[in-house]
């Protein structure tokens, strides 16, 4: 499974950085956050200090966790929004809370958006997390005991398709398929045959890890051979989708689950599309049975990023991101690794180390001593524990939110193939391309910008 890290190395932030921290900088000055930052740098200096430290840490590497994305001031500024103080269980028309008018507009508007971006016939945009969203959907559809059909954690899926440290391990009766050993692309005779052996009721679809597209029409007729419901987890493809680059699973699904981060670009949380059939039934397992109070800053935020993501500018960046993976796959082949599948369809790449005689877990620290922030991963068909696994896993979306464009690509696959061979040079380059792109230029790390 991967496993999320980030580089510390300059995780201090520097003498701008300091001078705005302490509140030394020059009078009319602020952050791209705005005046609200002014107020948190007099009332809590030190974490002040930590946001503007993480902010150059963000902005001074190669940022190539496929999970994650640089969202927008405009998302970010709801976010930081007055939204945040409201209480608001329930559902724009029916809360548990009075004043709710305004909010219950923002939640309707995020949901609307929701539903024309992806065609669906209902959205819920309360869920916390993609996790959530899961848990939500299994809620609705499923009994604990139920049997369910997922890809296997050793061959890319995710905690709640049946880790048993996971609720749906503890809850469900799960069963694992997954790639075929020779192409690394799923095996959809295989996920028949164990259909039909254990009549699950429920087929789960998508993973961390797979580069490639599922086939929703297999997966919807291989769902009605066995009488199944059929719930995509699409929290990797779903901002993809949402810029035409990318299958949608909604004509198929009778659920989709999804995040609003990763290529999406919104805020970190969850989200739900279904038929009107099942909407009653998702709506009561995300509240009350999942969850309590909708966080309505963050449903705003929702509502801003589905708003960004219906217009031309995004479509072309969701094509971008999947040339940027598809360039940096080539690159990283070159540079002796041996990518999966071939190359990838989507945001995100996985490789094996073990050509250049490493494990996963060094390939990271020498990434992140170099200032390249990504995961490790399992791989199909990998070396079993407790050899330690030679996987990593990374992706193209936060570089071209940065602007960076296929040639960038081919830099940072040389660079991190240095990084790899332990060349003291790789740091210098990545700070040095990262450098180009700041993810916020206005306010580039300890710069102040002109009010």
């Known amino acids: 499974m991967p496993v999320s890290t980030s580089a510390s190395q300059g995780a201090q932030p520097s003498a701008r950085a300091e001078h705005l921290r302490e509140g030394t900088a020059p ?26 430290a993480e902010l150059e840490r963000q902005s001074a590497g190669l940022q190539l966790i496929a999970a994650e994305n640089f969202t927008s001031p405009a998302v970010l500024a709801a976010l930081g929004s007055p939204l945040a103080n409201k209480y608001a269980e329930g559902y724009p028309g029916a ?46 559809l499923l009994r604990p005991g139920d049997t369910v059909l997922a ?9 709640t398709h049946g880790s048993p440290a996971n609720f749906s391990g503890r809850w469900f009766d799960f069963v694992g398929y997954g790639v075929h050993p020779e192409t690394g692309l799923i095996d959809y005779d295989r996920v028949r045959r164990l259909a039909r052996k254990h009549h699950p009721k429920a087929i789960v679809c998508g993973s961390i890890s797979y580069p490639r597209h599922p086939d929703y029409a297999a997966f919807r007729d291989i769902a009605d051979d066995v009488g199944a419901y059929l719930i995509a987890d699409a929290a990797h493809p779903i901002g993809l989708v949402a810029g035409g680059a990318a299958p949608n699973p ?70 971008q991101v999947v040339a940027n993976a598809q360039a940096l796959a080539e690159g990283l082949a070159a540079e002796g690794l041996m990518v999966t599948t071939g190359g990838t369809d989507t945001h995100l790449i996985t490789a094996d180390v073990a050509p250049l005689d490493l494990d996963g877990r060094t390939a990271r620290g020498r990434c992140a001593a170099a200032r390249i922030v990504l995961d490790t991963c399992c791989l199909p068909h990998g070396a079993a524990p407790p050899a330690p696994a030679t996987g990593i896993r990374l992706g193209s979306a936060a570089v071209t939110t940065q602007g960076m464009g296929e040639p960038e690509m081919s830099r940072i696959a040389k660079v991190l193939g240095a990084a790899l061979r332990d060349d003291a040079g790789a740091r210098t380059q990545a700070m040095e391309l990262a450098a180009e792109f700041p993810p916020y230029p206005a306010a580039h790390p300890g710069q102040a910008v002109s009010a």
């Open 27 to 52: 009078a009319g000055t602020r952050t791209h956050w705005g005046p609200d930052f002014d107020a948190l740098r007099r009332q809590d200096p030190d974490l002040a200090g930590l946001l503007l």
């Open 250 to 319: 909604v004509p198929y699904a009778d659920v989709v689950c999804a995040t609003t981060h990763k290529v999406l670009r919104g805020p970190r949380g969850g989200m739900i599309l279904c038929g009107a059939d099942l909407a009653d039934r998702i709506d009561r397992a995300v509240f009350p049975f999942t969850q309590g109070g909708a966080q309505m800053h963050t449903i705003a935020a929702k509502a801003v990023a589905l708003g960004e993501a219906a217009t031309p500018a995004f479509a072309a960046y969701a094509h």
């Open 95 to 140: 809360r548990h809370h009075g004043g709710c008018e305004l909010v219950d507009l923002a939640e309707r508007l995020a949901a609307e958006r929701a539903t024309t971006l992806f065609g669906a016939q209902h959205a819920n945009v309360q869920p916390h997390s993609g996790s959530s969203a899961v848990l939500a959907a299994y809620a609705a």
């Open 151 to 159: 890809m296997a954690l050793p061959q890319g899926g995710h905690l």
